[in-house]
């Protein structure tokens, strides 16, 4: 009987004692096994998401990790700077410290004085079986449930180096005082019973945890851009009383998470904002760096919006919380930056299946490597090596770590950057586009409606046009008006004439315009239509017709058109700029909007999109239909929008991405979101995540590579097995590097 799909929940659990992708690849396997839940687990962030039935529990899921022979718990508050996974500093400080002497008395022979051996194994024995111990517990963990993974490997070739130790020291020659053997970068055939391999033994366990602490510590600097974005949010606010007429009636500093939607609070020069909110009054400066790359700061004043977590430069402002908590901006691009950390890739998929079978064919090599050396004859001390140095040059954990160390260090980095890539899957599909849908407003222009021509009929004054049609509209609501307004005060300003004057008498016929009386003038703005009556001068009618886009409204007073005012919605500076370089990266620019073609045309012009590409007067259902239009016809397509009527075709496309100034709506449903309204970050978010794809692809390359080049070399004896355990070590810690040069990356956005 299968489970419902309603009334499921998500959880998140910290998981302990996983040494390898191995472990978490058994972990997830026993929680999928529970009906109804959903699980995957992330070696590299040591977490695990599940999805499960209301009647399946925490406890429920953490009793199953648990009886796989791991730990679980939710998620804590992060550990202190420097504490390492299961004391994992102390036990490689410790054995680090016994295996020095070890391996130099191994390779520097003058050394070995009478009775070294024996000091030796003193100094190993608690190496191999204490610090060694996550290797040997994990193993036997696993062997009860009939499962092998890679700590398998580890463990059965360091307690087979020291089980042939023992033998030679206790039953051979190799015990008695004054032996002494030399050190050989090769197996070398003699005595069985004369050799020890305590070197081996400890040497190995202690690269081992090496590269384990320094996989650890790698994984909390792989982990710090999205720690930097959560510091980023505010301890504490301003909260501000008020009366019922507004007035301010007492502040008190309050946590942040005391606030509430409707709250009032105060921003002080200095002071990070503490939540998503609208301005109420005031006026400010805000330095928005940190949480979009912006480095010129934001003026904002009532009216306006603020997120959380940006920063009051100058001036102060009284805000009303609009979001609080989870539903912020700030813990929204938190949270899909660890969503995309905690998924993987179809890459990282294929490694796990391949770590869930490697182990036990390493074991069955490893049996006939030892089998054949003493089938031929050869010593039996050169056949156990062989067959141990298989063991320990097996081990990929260089295999498990490939993809989610880039994955964390390429998505930190696009946090940094203003990119948030939110998931593995999204890096896969950024190389094959090869047609980009650009949404006109919002995304290629600003999205406002901004005054760009004033057009006089003969014999006006230019200016007192848009004084005179300014103070009308400065009544308006409409967006044309607010434009127009908006303009005629900045010029008023400019011009030491102050405010606009009132305007008495105002009327608005909707869809058409408005009339008022301003210092003594009845002026009328709007559509042609509202001045029917009279007639146009032929420089205006030319003005009114102009088809290279915009909207056109007529300014007329005393029975006469006086101008024609132009106001569009201007295209970002940026724009054009950002079309070269998607063009650069192979993708095929298309414009994509509802407008008229004149105006869409026009704006394809200024950008660089050539007119066979404008797809104009498309209803916002329709842009899903355009998508598969071009895809139908081959085209691999990536959307870039950001409106709620781009969310379905965002979602369609092959690749989208959305304008972090957008609506949550495009948000969710895109692949990529550019948090700064800038095109250009388009073209960093497909070279970042292009680069990360990339480096995860050799990751996997050269790790499987060393492993199957490496065991035949191990089978056929020429490596011992502590210069095989080092080459193990080497291979996850050039993963590690490999991943993290991706902190390098640098945006061509300028910001």
């Known amino acids: 009987m299968s489970t419902p799909t309603a009334h499921r929940e998500e959880v998140e659990l910290e998981l302990t004692g996983m040494t390898c992708a191995s472990c978490a690849n058994r972990i997830e396997r026993k929680l999928n096994k529970v009906e109804g839940v959903t699980a995957s687990v992330n070696y590299a962030t040591e977490r695990a998401r599940v999805s ?43 054995s680090a410290a016994l295996s020095l002497p070890v391996v130099a008395l191994a390779m520097v022979p003058p050394w070995q004085f009478p009775g070294w051996q024996w000091v030796s194994l003193a100094l190993a024995l608690p190496v191999v079986v204490w610090g060694g111990a996550p290797f040997h517990r994990a193993a036997w963990t696993n062997l009860r449930h009939g499962a092998t993974t890679m700590d398998t490997l580890v463990s059965l070739g360091t307690l087979a180096a ?123 400066a805000v330095d928005t760096s940190m949480l979009t790359g912006e480095s010129v700061p934001t003026e904002v004043a009532a009216g306006d919006t603020v997120v959380g977590g940006t920063l009051g430069v100058s001036g102060q402002l009284l805000v009303r919380a609009s979001r609080v908590g989870a539903g912020t901006r700030l813990a929204r691009m938190a949270r899909l930056v660890e969503d995309a950390q905690a998924q993987k890739a179809s890459a990282q998929r294929l490694a796990d299946r391949v770590s ?37 040059i097996a081990c990929p954990c260089a295999l498990g770590l490939a993809t989610p160390m880039a994955l964390m260090v390429g998505t930190g980095r696009g946090a940094q950057l203003g990119v948030l890539i939110k998931g593995p899957e999204a890096l896969e599909r950024t190389r094959r586009p090869d047609v980009v849908l650009l949404d006109k407003t919002g995304t290629v222009t600003t999205g406002r409606m901004e005054l760009v021509d004033v057009v006089a009929a003969e014999g006006e004054d230019p200016s007192r046009v848009l004084h005179l049609a300014g103070a009308v509209e400065a009544a308006s609501e409409h967006p044309v008006g607010r434009a127009v307004a908006g303009a005629a005060a900045a010029a008023s300003a400019d011009a030491g004439r102050g405010a606009l004057p009132e305007v008495v008498d105002f009327a608005s016929s909707a869809g058409l315009g408005v009339r008022g009386t301003v210092e003594g003038t009845e002026v009328t703005v709007g559509r042609a239509r509202l001045l029917d009556d009279v007639a146009l001068p032929v420089g205006l009618a030319a003005a009114l017709a102009a088809a290279d886009g915009g909207t056109r409204v007529v300014v007329g007073w005393g029975g006469r058109a006086r101008g024609v005012l132009a106001v569009a919605d201007t295209v970002r500076d940026t724009s054009a700029e950002a079309v070269a370089d998607l063009r650069a990266l192979g993708l095929r620019p298309v414009l994509l909007t509802g407008d008229a073609a004149p105006v869409a045309r026009a704006v394809a012009a200024q950008v660089g999109i050539d007119p066979g590409d404008v797809v104009a007067e498309v209803l916002p259902e329709d842009k899903v239909a355009v998508v598969r239009r071009y895809q139908d016809a081959g085209h691999v397509v990536a959307m870039v929008g ?66 199957v080049a490496a065991l035949p070399l191990a089978a056929l004896g020429l490596l011992n097995p502590m210069l095989a355990g080092l080459a193990m070590a080497a291979s996850s810690l050039f993963v590690v590097a490999n991943s993290l040069r991706l902190r390098g990356f640098t945006a061509r956005a300028d910001g």
């Open 52 to 94: 499960h039935p209301a009647g399946v529990s925490a406890d429920d899921l953490i009793d199953v990790v648990a009886r796989a022979g791991y730990g679980a718990s939710l998620p804590r508050p992060a550990a202190t700077p420097g504490e390492g996974a299961d004391g994992l500093d102390r036990r490689l400080a410790v």
């Open 162 to 284: 020291l089980g042939w130790s023992l033998y030679a020291l206790l039953l051979g020659s190799a015990g008695e005082i004054g032996m002494r053997h030399g050190f050989a970068l090769t197996v070398e055939r003699g005595d069985g019973g004369a050799n020890v391999y305590l070197e081996a033994a400890a040497g190995v366990t202690t690269f081992l945890l090496a590269g384990r602490w320094l996989e650890h510590r790698s994984k909390r600097r792989a982990g710090s851009a999205l720690r930097a974005l959560l510091d980023l949010g505010a301890r504490e606010a301003t909260r501000v009383v008020t009366a019922p007429d507004g007035s301010v009636t007492r502040e008190e500093r309050v946590p942040v998470e005391r606030l509430a939607v409707g709250d009032v609070f105060r921003v002080r020069p200095g002071e990070t904002v503490a939540t998503d909110g609208e301005v109420l009054s005031g006026a400010s």
């Open 356 to 392: 869930a079978v490697f182990v036990p064919l390493v074991l069955v090599l490893a049996a006939l490597t030892l089998a054949t050396w003493l089938l031929l004859g050869e010593p039996a001390e050169a056949a156990v090596t062989a067959a141990v140095a298989v063991l320990i």
């Open 642 to 707: 950001d409106g709620v009527n781009d969310a379905a075709a965002l979602a369609t496309a092959d690749l989208g991405l959305a304008m972090g100034t957008g609506t949550d709506a495009a948000i969710e449903a895109a692949d990529l979101t550019l948090v700064r309204g800038d095109l250009r970050v388009a073209g960093d978010a497909v070279r970042l995540s292009r680069r990360t794809l990339a480096t995860i692809k050799g990751n996997l390359f050269w790790a499987f590579a060393y492993n």
